[in-house]
């Protein structure tokens, strides 16, 4: 556990337990506040924020970072649907070929069997 983080389990007015959450807007990123976990939200208004406000080197570079991250996430979401899109293609590729030589065989064998034939009236 973070030493930062409440030990104690608040209770809100409301009866709910109060959770640590983190903040991920641009003015606070990455920023811890405890809230009501209710479904009434915060009506009792009990917020707190756990961290000190972030200083302005952090407020700058953190969203950008996380804009990077997010990006970088959808781009290998967006290639792992691609590359399940390249293995059902090489599935149906694989049972072409497959089909090709059974087709193979049997003319093989029509061929064979047809010679015999040919060769059994000569
Ligand atoms: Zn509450």
Redesign the pocket.
């Known amino acids: 556990m973070d030493s930062d983080e409440p030990e104690v389990v608040r209770i809100?007015?409301?009866?709910?337990d109060?959770v640590v959450r983190t903040s991920w807007t641009n003015s606070n990123p990455g920023r811890r506040f405890q809230s009501?976990?209710?479904d009434?939200?915060?009506?009792?208004g009990?917020f707190e924020w756990i961290d000190p406000p972030r200083c302005r080197r952090s407020i700058d570079v953190i969203p950008g970072l996380l804009k990077r991250l997010n990006n970088q996430e959808k781009q290998l979401k967006d290639n792992g649907q691609k590359l399940h899109g390249l293995e059902a293609r090489e599935d149906d590729i694989m049972v072409y070929r497959l089909c090709e030589i059974v087709a193979c065989v049997i003319i093989l064998v029509l061929l064979i069997l047809y010679l015999r034939a040919t060769i059994v009236c000569m």
């Not at 809100?12 to 709910?16: E, L, P």
């Open positions: 809100c007015k409301c009866g709910h109060l009501c976990s209710g009434a939200g915060n009506q009792y009990v």
